[in-house]
């Protein structure tokens, strides 16, 4: 089995990937639209941006109109899971558990997030 390869986005690019794995495929002005509806960013910042992207080959760029369209090519999952894992390590110790006690502490969970939390571990602990 292959090694994964390591996702080394900013933060910028996690936003526009975020954008670009909810919508899917889009033009820089389709982005920036969506990225300017939360932040103050110029149009010439998301286009450099989006470029950086496909240097480090983080979305593609359909080039075979005048108008680029710009696709997510890393996994989600595989990008939250590094990214949460990078956490843990540096922020936790290494402990996932002070991350899960941390996030549940800071934040007002609702019963179903709590019941559906409970199920997952229900199922993770059957598995062992």
């Known amino acids: 089995m292959a090694q994964q390869e390591t996702i080394k986005a900013t933060e910028a690019e996690l936003?526009?990937?975020?954008?670009?794995?909810?919508r899917g495929p889009a033009t820089v002005r389709e982005v920036h639209e969506k990225l300017s509806l939360t932040k103050d960013t110029g149009y010439t910042t998301t286009l450099k941006v989006m470029?950086?992207?496909l240097e480090k080959k983080l979305v593609s760029r359909n080039a075979n109109s005048k108008?680029?369209?710009y696709?997510?090519?890393?996994?989600?999952?595989?990008a939250?899971?590094?990214?949460?894992?990078?956490?843990?390590?540096?922020?936790?110790?290494?402990?996932?558990?002070?991350l899960v006690m941390q996030a549940l502490?800071?934040?007002?969970?609702?019963?179903?997030?709590l019941d559906?939390?409970?199920e997952y571990l229900e199922q993770k602990k059957s598995k062992k």
């Open 15 to 22: 936003e526009i990937l975020n954008i670009l794995w909810a």
């Open 51 to 53: 470029q950086n992207m």
């Open 67 to 69: 108008i680029h369209v």
């Open 71 to 78: 696709t997510a090519i890393v996994d989600k999952e595989q």
């Open 80 to 98: 939250q899971g590094q990214m949460v894992q990078k956490m843990i390590d540096s922020m936790f110790n290494g402990s996932a558990m002070q």
């Open 105 to 113: 502490g800071n934040h007002k969970t609702t019963k179903k997030e």
């Open 116 to 118: 559906q939390i409970k």
